[in-house]
């Protein structure tokens, strides 16, 4: 019985490390890009032994597989939550998020797609199908917001232009640093997006931009507190 019992702990034990893993190295990909961190960095991060990274994979490549699996997985759960509020859609809603301070400076938190697309244009057939797979069906879920409930052509067409300008505009922002023209493109694309597609849901534009701007200023204050922090 005791025998049984230490198996299923060691199992357990096993399956919450690799969970670990995953979920660090998906976060760590999005900040610093796929070949941005190596194993021995990223088993340093999580307090263990680089050799135990063979108990859970066989390769890199199969711990970059599973990361990205999830990393795509979580985006996608974000955007559905975001978009969908409630009975309505909120279009307006999901644009200020996406396109906000808060978001540009929070990539290891942030879209996947937009983090790793130019990684992913670089690597293999099997990621980038992965990735094909995944904004497949955000298109598909835009589409339905955007035909209100009708997936119609028009409205993949529509979907197809406003994910390209928010993956886009996201991209730019960041590639500039947090600077005035950071925020001019975001902020225009905010407002453009919004306007173009006729999006509705919540407060105006002009006062979802400030809120906006506000939340990437908590989120730069919060992470200059803890480098203070962790340089004490």
Known sequence: MLYRQTMGHSKASKANTHARLVQAAAARFKERGVDGI???????????????FYKHFASRDELVTEALELALAQSADAMRERLLRGEEADLAGFVDFYLGEAHRDSRADGCAVAALAGDVARKGTDLQAQFRGQIERNLELL??????????DDARARAVAVLSELYGALTMARAVGDSPLSR????????????????????????RAVRAGAAGAKVKAAGKKRRVTRGR
């Open 38 to 52: 190596s194993l021995a960095d990223l088993m340093k991060d999580l307090e263990l032994t680089h050799g135990g």
């Open 143 to 152: 589409s339905t917001v955007l035909g209100a409930g009708n997936a119609s």
């Open 184 to 207: 001019e493109i975001l902020k225009t694309m905010r407002e453009r997006i919004v306007k173009a597609r006729g999006a509705t849901g919540g407060a105006a534009v002009e006062n």
